[in-house]
């Protein structure tokens, strides 16, 4: 039965765009030149799940590297740079993202809560012609906790319940994740949780409810059963 399902808030890096790969590069790019390493098993296992401010300021306490306030902005400003070098070489959305963005669009509200800066994302969808479809993003420094505290699910929870002018029930509004960070931060605000295997194998989703390869193979009449079901304990 249709009506079932609410809204839909999209995770970014991993979920609409397979920009994950240049993150690291651009991670290891700006490291490069304080003299410090990052390598790829590290950075999916340990930094993956922090917004850019996160990365670096956690990277500092692992490692003992002093990282005050001006030295981390500096390095997101850097890192930001090569990022952007690397996003004007070509698209970056994963296969059938656009497709599934524009049908759920058409359906709910949808939304997007990043770790992402805004101006990445919007660079993204905008070249995409995907921004007109998004009620609301929350990316990076919108709340004063990132992922996988809920601070950013519940904060974009909020603002597409007011871009929708009605009362909105969090168990019948799906996050789309691509890490144990982000599902545990969806989770957190009570909302459904698909995870999606573009970063991580199946086992490593705790807590997702429905687990699919990409949007490419999500639809919404899965997102509607799932809305139709109880939501169990947490």
């Given amino acids: 039965m249709i009506g079932r399902l609410q809204a839909v808030i999209f995770d970014f890096d991993g979920v609409i765009a397979d920009s994950e790969p240049l993150h690291l590069r651009a991670f290891q790019q700006a490291l490069q030149e304080e003299g410090l390493q990052l390598d790829r098993d590290e950075y999916f296992a340990r930094y993956l799940g922090f917004d850019d401010v996160g990365v670096f300021a956690?990277?500092?306490?692992?490692?003992?590297?002093?990282?005050?306030?001006?030295r981390i902005r500096a390095?997101?400003?850097?890192?930001?740079?090569?990022?952007?070098?690397?996003?004007?070489?070509?698209?970056?959305?994963?296969?059938?993202?656009?497709?599934?963005?524009?049908?759920?669009?058409?359906?709910?509200?949808?939304?997007?809560?990043?770790?992402?800066?805004?101006?990445?994302?919007?660079?993204?969808?905008e070249a995409a012609d995907l921004a007109r479809h998004f009620s609301t993003i929350v990316a990076s420094g919108d709340t004063p906790e990132s992922k996988p505290s809920?601070?950013?699910?519940?904060?974009?929870?909020?603002q597409i319940q007011q871009a929708a002018g009605r009362?909105?029930?969090?168990?019948?509004?799906?996050?789309?994740?691509?890490?144990?960070?982000?599902?545990?931060?969806?989770?957190?605000?009570?909302?459904?949780?698909?995870?999606?295997?573009?970063?991580?194998?199946?086992?490593?989703?705790?807590?997702?409810e429905l687990i699919v390869e990409g949007l490419g193979a999500l639809t919404i009449p899965a997102l509607e059963q799932l809305c139709g079901t109880n939501l169990s304990p947490r």
């Fill in 150 to 158: 809920p601070a950013p699910y519940q904060l974009a929870f909020t």
């Fill in 75 to 125: 390095l997101v400003t850097r890192k930001g740079a090569k990022l952007q070098a690397m996003l004007d070489e070509g698209h970056v959305l994963f296969p059938g993202a656009a497709a599934f963005i524009r049908e759920a669009a058409a359906v709910v509200p949808i939304a997007i809560a990043s770790g992402a800066l805004r101006h990445e994302i919007l660079e993204i969808i």
């Fill in 58 to 70: 956690t990277l500092g306490r692992d490692r003992g590297v002093p990282m005050d306030e001006q």
């Fill in 167 to 208: 009362s909105l029930d969090p168990s019948r509004c799906v996050a789309i994740e691509d890490s144990a960070w982000g599902l545990e931060s969806a989770c957190g605000a009570g909302l459904r949780c698909v995870g999606v295997t573009t970063s991580y194998a199946a086992d490593q989703l705790r807590g997702a």
